[in-house]
């Protein structure tokens, strides 16, 4: 929903098209057995740092407290769906997630379970899932260069 689709996302649209506080911005997700991380990282001058970090707290705080539009949904799944080909164009990716899969013990054919259950979720879902996995209030920033002013 916020990142991945590079000026389809509402990040790149509320830091860059909008404001011009980033040159680029995208979000990860990382999981293993016990954790997970979900970071955005953006490329600014130092002096807007602050501000826009304020804006992805602001958006993430949004993502907790309502509901995305149907158009941002249908954008999102349609990302994700894309992506499940992609992830699989050559034989390395193919071993590689393969091999990812079965370290973590997901089914091997975990993409079209994904696929599944992106085609099945709701507005609902994405705002419980931000409200019960982020807490803005914990966030840990990582600044590299120049100290932000």
Same mark, same amino acid.
């Given at each position: 929903?916020?990142?991945?689709?590079?000026?389809? @996302?509402?990040?790149?649209?509320?830091? $860059?098209?909008?404001?011009?506080?980033?040159?680029?911005?995208?979000?990860?997700?990382?999981?293993?057995?016990?954790?997970?991380?979900?970071?955005?990282?953006?490329?600014?001058? +130092?002096?807007?740092?602050?501000?826009?970090?304020? *804006?992805?707290?602001?958006?993430?705080?949004?993502?907790?407290?309502?509901?995305?539009?149907?158009?941002?949904?249908?954008?999102?799944? @349609?990302?994700?769906?894309?992506?499940? +080909?992609?992830?699989?164009?050559?034989?390395?990716?193919?071993?590689?997630?393969?091999?990812?899969?079965?370290?973590?013990?997901? +089914?091997?054919?975990? +993409?079209?379970?994904?696929?599944?259950?992106?085609?099945?979720? @709701?507005?609902?879902? *994405?705002?419980?899932?931000?409200?019960?996995? *982020?807490?803005?209030?914990?966030?840990?920033?990582?600044? $590299?260069?120049?100290?932000?002013?």
């Amino acid at each position: 929903m916020l990142g991945g689709g590079f000026y389809a @996302t509402r990040l790149y649209h509320d830091l $860059r098209q909008v404001n011009g506080y980033v040159y680029t911005v995208g979000v990860s997700l990382n999981t293993s057995k016990t954790r997970a991380t979900y970071i955005v990282s953006y490329g600014c001058d +130092p002096d807007k740092v602050s501000k826009a970090r304020a *804006i992805i707290v602001r958006d993430l705080d949004e993502m907790r407290t309502q509901n995305v539009s149907d158009a941002e949904l249908q954008q999102a799944k @349609t990302l994700l769906l894309r992506q499940i +080909p992609l992830s699989v164009s050559s034989e390395d990716a193919l071993a590689q997630g393969l091999l990812a899969r079965a370290v973590i013990g997901l +089914p091997l054919d975990e +993409p079209v379970v994904a696929a599944r259950k992106y085609m099945q979720l @709701t507005a609902d879902d *994405i705002r419980n899932a931000f409200a019960k996995e *982020i807490d803005t209030g914990n966030l840990v920033q990582v600044v $590299r260069g120049p100290a932000p002013q």
